[in-house]
């Protein structure tokens, strides 16, 4: 069954450092997403990206995050300089349209920023 | 906005027994979708169960069910006959309909944790 993949799935950066967290969506799927949870807490939206342009983003979607789709199959998130709070678990999620379907999820990277 | 209530950390089930877990939700929209995702230990979140609001039945999916209340906004999903491997992390969640590209994100609620004793 397709699935959507994500790597790594733990990642460990000095604070300042960018990091690129991948993600694989399902191949026929148009709409991508990233999550994040920190811990304990809710798992909140930070961006979707359709048609090779972001079509919404939340506030906590800064100017030191960016997303990109840049081979037509792989999905990532870069956080330019990452702080302590990045601290997380990263989800990727693809969906193959916007008409009653479901969100497929990847597993997660968790992020830890020392 | 939307926001997305779980007001239970945690629950525990008899193995065989039933199990309800709640959710509520707030919205100003008529048109919207609800979701139930499980989420085993280091696993991905998978779809359990999904409800279009303008459909005033309750969807069921084998051993799950919802009890949808609209004008309430409550959601709750219940599981009968709950077996070991039903032990995950179980969000629900929220998507407003949109015929556009953007605002179809999904808000979640902030989890129940289910144990399942054999």
């Known amino acids: 069954e397709p699935e959507v993949t994500q790597t790594p799935s733990h990642q460990v950066t000095q604070m300042g450092q960018e990091v690129i967290l991948r993600c694989v969506p399902i191949?026929?799927?148009?709409?991508f997403y990233w999550y994040r949870q920190i811990l304990g807490q809710k798992v909140e939206f930070l961006v979707s990206f359709y048609n090779n342009e972001i079509s919404e983003k939340s506030e906590i979607f800064d100017d030191q995050f960016s997303v990109e789709r840049p081979d037509g199959s792989n999905f990532t998130l870069k956080i330019r300089s990452t702080k302590l709070e990045d601290s997380a678990m990263y989800f990727c999620?693809?969906?193959?349209?916007?008409?009653?379907?479901?969100?497929?999820f990847g597993q997660g990277t968790r992020l830890t920023v020392v | 906005a939307q926001t997305v209530t779980q007001s239970q950390p945690e629950m525990s089930v008899q193995e065989a027994e039933t199990v309800t877990l709640s959710c509520t939700y707030d919205t100003s929209e008529s048109d919207y979708y609800l979701f139930w995702y499980k989420q085993p230990p280091s696993r991905q979140m998978i779809l359990v169960i999904r409800?279009?609001?303008?459909?005033?039945q309750n969807a069921t999916e084998n051993r799950f069910s919802v009890n949808f209340q609209k004008a309430a906004k409550s959601f709750s999903l219940k599981i009968s006959d709950s077996q070991l491997g039903d032990a995950a992390m179980y969000f629900c969640?929220?998507?407003?309909?949109?015929?556009?590209?953007?605002?179809?994100?999904?808000?979640f609620g902030g989890g129940t944790r289910l144990m399942v004793k054999p």
């Open positions: 969640a929220y998507r407003s309909f949109r015929i556009n590209n953007a605002g179809n994100m999904l808000t």
């Open positions: 999620a693809s969906m193959k349209d916007i008409w009653n379907t479901e969100a497929f």
């Open positions: 409800q279009e609001a303008y459909k005033q």
């Open positions: 191949s026929n799927h148009l709409y």
